[in-house]
């Protein structure tokens, strides 16, 4: 924990939250729970989340050739779970001794398969040997998670010819490979919950799972989510779960319909704890069931007086992570604060063009902001209450990155922590003291200096992860706090190739971004957390490159380019101009809380 102490939401409070859910729901009648876009849950019958039937299996093609024979096995490799589809592209003894690997390479949806060089090839007149090549975009993990990673990737395959004259793979490399399209297409995108440290906020951290059998997914989602957080946010979230607890038997279904997860480990376990492991564990697998969730442990039930739980029972934090719906967001324009709601200045001196404004953040309550000022000598970090004096930093530089405000989490707490980084090296956190000064302390960045210069920075608005602008390309690193420090870690680029002269960046929610870019073909992008799902916005009416965005949950994304700041609601929509951003100019910079 960082030396300004955040209060904990008492576990009374948590419970009564609880208690007032529940009864709401009771009196709806036991409303259903949301489905998801991800997929479609089915109900899980009994004794069935462990087995289910496969789809029937179809083998290669008769005739085909050698090269068609490594495409097949490549994309065949992501179309069942055990990889048995792609086991039908191999001879006989090998189909029984392959030992494929828990984790899969994924390559982009056009990998080359062509014959090997002469050196490669075997000698005998009934083998050949293919080479496989394409880019590799990242692995999928043997915990589920993305690992996204570009680098091109070759592999030869030998082949041999059988006595029927068809082709089929000889000693298969243990390492699975597969497309991005085939990846995408037999596996469901499942995110497992986790808690940002000391707060009633669920984050979450995706995993993929196989689309077949849909049966077996309840009970991985469990196993999943027993094995913790994945690497990127180990040190970044509380898991209520912990080490000891487990499962008693296997994940099943009772006879009346229910999802039963009868863990264990859990005696001795506060009744807050408890609430929050039934919170993990019902929105872990809203995903993947329709069913009521029915939590035991160790033989009684998880939440006494609660047996059977949904999605619609459990406490909705978000209001602690989104800017409220009066805080319509603002724009740095010509050096003074104005609102983007009204398009005019804001009130008070930091509207007024008191300070010269380069970049603003404004806290997530609304109350603070934190600017940077140009003066002669360089930048300064201002502080203070939006509408009054903002009290100078001690931190200046030659540049300062547009400031990231730290969430309190917490229903009454005062935002007291904002963030910068410091002529493209120094990450700085600047703390409100209790005498009401602002100090700045060094964030550990060290994991982050292989990448190059910072030239932006956004924090998560739960906290848990840091977007970050640097040479390299965009990086997203996980933010772990102890007593007396705090550290960016586990940093990984993501989507490089793919989003190239990264501008600026924002968080459109917990684990999605919005991404700036010069590019003329792609100048604004929308991309996951983990590097995975990107899409890329229209670019009519906008004038690359666009230098600035902002964009939060539920509302719409803005950006600035040469021409003024343009506003659109989806990713298939015409950008518009921002109707209160008249005059605005070629600098503008628009954010909205956070």
């Keep these: 924990m960082s030396a300004v102490s955040v209060e904990r939401l008492p576990a009374r409070a948590r419970t009564a939250r609880w ?10 009648g036991g409303a259903c729970a949301n489905v998801p876009q991800e997929t479609q849950p089915q109900a899980i019958g009994e004794d069935d989340t462990r087995t289910g039937e496969q789809d029937e299996l179809e083998g290669p093609e008769d005739d085909l050739s050698s090269t068609e024979i490594v495409r097949g096995f490549v994309e065949a490799n992501a179309r069942s779970a055990d990889h048995e589809a792609a086991r039908l592209y191999l001879e006989d003894d090998s189909r029984e001794t392959w030992r494929p690997s828990s984790s899969m390479v994924i390559l982009d949806s056009s990998p080359d398969t062509v014959p090997a060089d002469f050196e490669e090839q075997p000698s005998k007149e009934n083998e050949t040997a293919v080479l496989l090549r394409g880019t590799q975009i990242g692995s999928l993990r043997g915990d589920g998670s993305f690992d996204p990673m570009r680098r091109e990737y070759e592999r030869v395959i030998r082949l041999r010819k059988q006595p029927n004259g068809q082709w089929r793979i000889v000693d298969p490399p243990s ?52 094995e913790g957080p994945s690497g990127s946010l180990r040190y970044a979230v509380d898991n209520p779960l912990g080490e000891d607890v487990t499962t008693e038997t296997n994940v099943t279904g009772s006879p009346d319909g229910a999802l039963v997860v009868p863990l264990t ?43 059977d739980l949904r999605r619609a029972d459990m406490p909705d934090a978000s209001p602690l992570i989104v800017p ?25 001196p930091a509207g007024e063009g008191e300070y010269d404004l380069v970049s603003a953040g404004q806290s997530l309550d609304g109350e603070q902001l934190a600017a940077v000022e140009r003066r002669d000598d360089g930048v300064h970090l201002r502080v203070g209450p939006v509408s009054g004096d903002l009290q100078r930093v001690e931190l200046e530089g030659t540049v300062l990155t547009r400031p990231t405000w ?37 964030v550990d960045s060290s994991e982050l200096v292989p990448f190059g210069e910072i030239s932006g920075l956004r924090l998560s608005r739960d906290g848990t992860r840091a977007a970050v602008v640097t040479e390299d390309g965009l990086v997203i690193a996980g933010v772990e706090r102890e007593e007396n420090s705090v550290a960016l870690r586990n940093p990984r680029v993501i989507r490089e190739g793919r989003l190239v002269e990264v501008t600026d960046v924002d968080w459109m929610a917990q684990d999605t971004l919005a991404v700036a870019t010069a ?34 949950p539920g509302r719409s994304v803005v950006v600035s380019d040469v021409l003024g700041q343009w506003v659109t609601s989806d990713v298939g929509d015409v950008w518009q101009q921002h109707p209160n951003s008249e005059g605005a100019g070629s600098l503008a910079k628009p954010f909205y809380p956070g």
């Design 519 to 552: 590019s003329e073909s792609r100048p604004v992008t929308q991309v996951s957390a983990d590097g995975f799902r990107i899409d890329s916005f229209r670019d009519t009416n906008l004038s690359p490159p666009v230098h600035a965005i902002t964009a939060a």
């Design 406 to 442: 730290w969430p309190t989490l917490t229903e009454d707490a005062v935002s007291n922590e904002v963030w910068t980084v410091q002529d493209g090296e120094k990450v700085v956190r600047v703390v409100q003291t209790q005498q009401g000064t602002w100090t700045p302390l060094t």
């Design 19 to 28: 208690v007032a859910v529940l009864v709401a729901v009771a009196l709806l």
């Design 324 to 348: 409220s719906a009066d805080l319509p967001g603002m724009s740095v324009v010509s050096g003074a604060l104005h609102s983007l709601g009204t398009g005019g200045p804001v009130e008070g």
């Design 265 to 307: 480990g859990v005696e001795g376990v506060s009744d807050e704890t408890r609430e929050r492991i039934a919170e993990q564990v019902v929105m872990s697998l809203d995903n993947v069931t329709s069913s009521r969730v029915r939590l035991r442990a160790d033989g009684a039930p998880l939440i006494q007086g609660n047996e």
């Design 175 to 226: 390492e699975v490979m597969t497309t991005e399209d085939e990846f995408t297409a037999n596996y469901l995108r499942v995110p497992l919950y986790f808690f940002a440290p000391d707060s009633d906020v669920r984050v979450p951290d995706p995993r993929y799972l196989p689309r077949r059998p849909q049966a077996g997914q309840p009970s991985k989602v469990i196993d999943l989510l027993l």
